[in-house]
Each structure stands twice: as C-alpha cells, then as structure tokens.
C-alpha cells in the first residue's frame, strides 16, 4: 500500500508539476522561438504521457489495495465485482477515485488536443483537480466537522503546491537541457526567473497549509516528538529544509550568472543549476515517498492524550 501511494503521489506530481510549467513558463517564454518550443514539447510530451499512465496504473492498484483493505478479504478474494462495485460506489475513497479518474482521462483528451490554446488551459485546471483531490484519499477527507473543511482546503492546496513545484521542477531540467534552449541564455534566465517566482509562491503556500495540516494532525510539540507520525513529519520537514537550500543557492547565486550571455561563467552556472534542479526533483519525490508512509499512520494528535489539570 505504502508503495503504490507512493508511487502514485509521484506520478500524479510530476503530471500537474509538468502540466503547469508548460502552460505557465514554458509556451510564453518560447511563443517566439518556434524550433526551440517544438523540441521541448516533443521532449516534455513523453514524460507527462508516461507520467499519467503511471499515475491511472497506480491508482487503480491503489484501489484494488483499498477493496481488499475495506472488505477484510485477502486481495485474491477481494477481487470480485461485488466487492469493488461496492467500494466504488458506496464508499468515499471509491467516488474520489471515480471522479479523479475523470480527471485524468479529460487530460489525455487535452493532452492529444493540446495545439490549441483552450485545451492546454482545459489541461491545465483538470491537472490541478487531478493533484489537489489527493486531499479527499487522505486524513483531511476523514476530518469532520468546520475543522474539516479548512483541512480538506489546505491539504488541496499543499497538494497542488507540491505538485507545482516538484513536478514543475523534471520540466524545468528538461527545457534546460533541450539543445535548442541551452544556445540561448535570455530563453534560460527568463524561464528560470519565473520558475523561481512561482516556486516562492509554492513554497508559501506549502509552509502555510503544511502549518494548518500539522496543526490538527499533530497538535503539539508532545505529538511531534512522542510519535511515531510526528518522527516521519519530522524527517520530512528535514528534507524540506534541504530542498530550500538548494532552491535558495539556484535563485541567489546561480541565477544572475546566467546573465552574462555567452560567458564561461554562465555555462558553468547552466551546467550547476541542472545538476542541483536534479537533487531538489529528487529530494522532493523523496518528501512523497514519506507523505505515502503518513498516510497510513495514525495522526499523533489521537495518539496524545490530553495533559492531566
């Protein structure tokens, strides 16, 4: 189970990620170079294909796990009609898997139309229902009450975030390393810069919906430290710090060196900026291998009893 929300919290990252640094980043900064926007659609178009096919994989192994889970019954068994008619049907995790698989074939449909300008906006607002619906498979879905409505908003937007940023991130090495892109810095500097602006406002929106999240599912700092959920939220927390580093040397440091236009230096700055884009990308997916452990724990927050008066 662990694995295969895992691996779909990957995939469904790096398909919203993608989709946004396309429509976003990507088609204004190259609307006037055409050779060098039809090579990083060739490029990018494979991944975000092979990306939502492992995603709609996963996530129908997600609910053949959650079938055999609900009914008690070995998986072998659980594997009937009745039963997953059932969990489709009657259960929330089975609707919030129908409609998110709505969400995914509508974006195959953008995606093979996607020369239009209406299609990549269509594919674009399917791909962030796609990523922040994760909020209803969740603890957030089983929140009740007003407390669960503002966890069911800042778990979508912490989702979608993520998704933006992670994902946007296997683009961004992508447009980088694109042949056509590399021969012009101005075209380099200026996706960077606005990859840059939208990762601050992902970022922000992660601190605060991650701070909400945390504040109901873990509650204090007993339930952060006394717990084994409040050790892993740890650990990612840790790795998140990481992440923040490198995105702060990227934007700080290497960023205004790919100013000077056919330098050394700003080759040298090109060649850095991938490789540490590949640390972060590969940092982040690692944050969505933790968030598939947390998902199958008990919040501390029903772990910790209250103080005695």
Avoid at 20 to 47: C, D, K, Y
Wanted: aromatic letters at 6%; glycine letters at 10%; charged letters at 10%.
């Amino acid at each position: 189970m662990i694995a295969t929300r895992a691996v779909h919290f990957m995939a469904t990252a790096v398909t919203t990620g993608s989709v946004i640094f396309g429509v976003l980043i990507a088609t204004p900064v190259l609307q006037h170079h055409a050779a060098a926007a039809t090579s990083f659609r060739s490029r990018a178009r494979w991944e975000i294909w092979a990306s939502l096919v492992v995603a709609m994989i996963s996530g129908a192994i997600w609910l053949l796990l959650q079938a055999a889970s609900m009914s008690g019954m070995p998986l072998s068994e659980a594997l009937t009609g009745e039963v997953l008619s059932t969990v489709v049907g009657e259960t929330q995790f089975g609707e919030v898997t129908t409609i998110r698989a709505g969400f995914a074939i509508c974006l195959a449909a953008s995606l093979a139309y996607d020369r239009a300008a209406a299609s990549r906006w269509l594919g674009l607002a399917v791909a962030v229902g796609l990523a922040g619906s994760l909020a209803w498979t969740g603890h957030a879905g089983s929140t009740i009450g007003a407390s669960g409505y503002l966890h069911l908003t800042a778990d979508a937007l912490h989702a979608t975030a993520a998704a933006a940023w992670i994902g946007g991130l296997v683009s961004l090495i992508i447009f980088l390393a694109t042949a056509q892109i590399r021969e012009n810095m101005s075209l380099v500097r200026d996706a960077v810069e606005r990859f840059s602006t939208m990762g601050i406002v992902a970022v922000a929106t992660i601190l605060l919906s991650g701070g909400v999240n945390a504040a109901i599912l873990v509650g204090s700092l007993r339930g952060l430290v006394g717990t084994e959920y409040g050790r892993v939220l740890i650990l990612k927390l840790a790795i998140f710090a990481v992440m923040l580093a490198f995105a702060a040397i990227n934007r700080l440091r290497l960023t205004p060196q790919l100013a000077t236009i056919g330098s050394e230096q700003s080759s040298i700055a090109l060649r850095q900026l991938i490789r540490n884009s590949a640390i972060e990308a590969t940092l982040g997916l690692g944050i969505l291998v933790i968030v598939g452990v947390l998902g199958t724990l008990h919040p501390a927050v029903h772990l910790i009893s209250p103080a005695s008066p």
